[in-house]
T-cell receptor, first 114, second 114 residues
């Protein structure tokens, strides 16, 4: 069985500062990895995903994530945040072996301060 | 525009009443999902469907029921057996396998039991 851990429930950061949101996963099989963003009272939208190949993945809105197989991590980063990045961010995994199920982390609430 | 619609956006229910949440997609996706979101708990899978006339229980199916009579529709009924139904409900769809296909989410329905 897989599990996803997002250790930080909330991350406050000042505008234009860099941010890293942490995601660790546990799985006995190969997985695909995803980051989603949720703005207040809305659904989730995909930021980026890792399938294979280069471990650095670039997504929308200036976000990027790095896959580290040895540490089973997939941390999300942005070099300079904006007020509009205030949202909740979810990490998710899906087995590569043909499954319809995703496992989501509990989310990290990013609050960007002026 | 292609997408997923959920209705209503806000729903109020008296204890002991069944209520049905609507989810429609025009993306021609095979798979559809229902998640429940509570603060600090991330997304928990209620039911999912891979094809028409077929669906599987997720992690928290008790007190819920679904149907999948049409490819584009996947309604969720919250029954009186669900002890704590107040939550934000998200519907999602995806093209099906392979599992690197991301899910697309609707805007959600917030259910409040009075």
């Amino acid at each position: 069985a897989q599990s996803v851990t997002q250790l930080d429930s909330q991350v406050p950061v000042f505008e234009e500062a860099p941010v890293e949101l942490r995601c660790n996963y546990s799985s006995s099989v190969s997985v695909y990895l995803f980051w989603y963003v949720q703005y207040p009272n809305q659904g989730l939208q995909l930021l980026l995903k890792y399938l294979s190949g280069s471990t650095l993945v670039k997504g929308i809105n200036g976000f990027e994530a790095e896959f580290n197989k040895s540490q089973t991590s997939f941390h999300l980063r942005k070099p300079s945040v904006h007020i509009s990045d205030t949202a909740e961010y979810f990490c998710a995994v899906s087995e590569t072996s043909g499954t319809y199920k995703y496992i989501f982390g509990t989310g990290t609430r990013l609050k960007v301060l002026a | 525009d292609g997408g997923i619609t959920q209705s209503p956006k806000y729903l109020f229910r008296k204890e002991g009443q069944n209520v049905t949440l609507s989810c429609e997609q025009n993306l021609n996706h095979d798979a559809m999902y229902w998640y429940r979101q509570d603060p600090g708990q991330g997304l928990r899978l209620i039911y999912y469907s891979q094809i028409v006339n077929d669906f599987q229980k997720g992690d928290i199916a008790e007190g819920y029921s679904v149907s999948r009579e049409k490819k584009e529709s996947f309604p969720l009924t919250v029954t009186s057996a669900q002890k704590n139904p107040t939550a934000f409900y998200l519907c999602a769809s995806r093209p099906g396998l392979p599992s690197y296909n991301e899910q697309f989410f609707g805007p959600g329905t917030r259910l409040t039991v009075l």
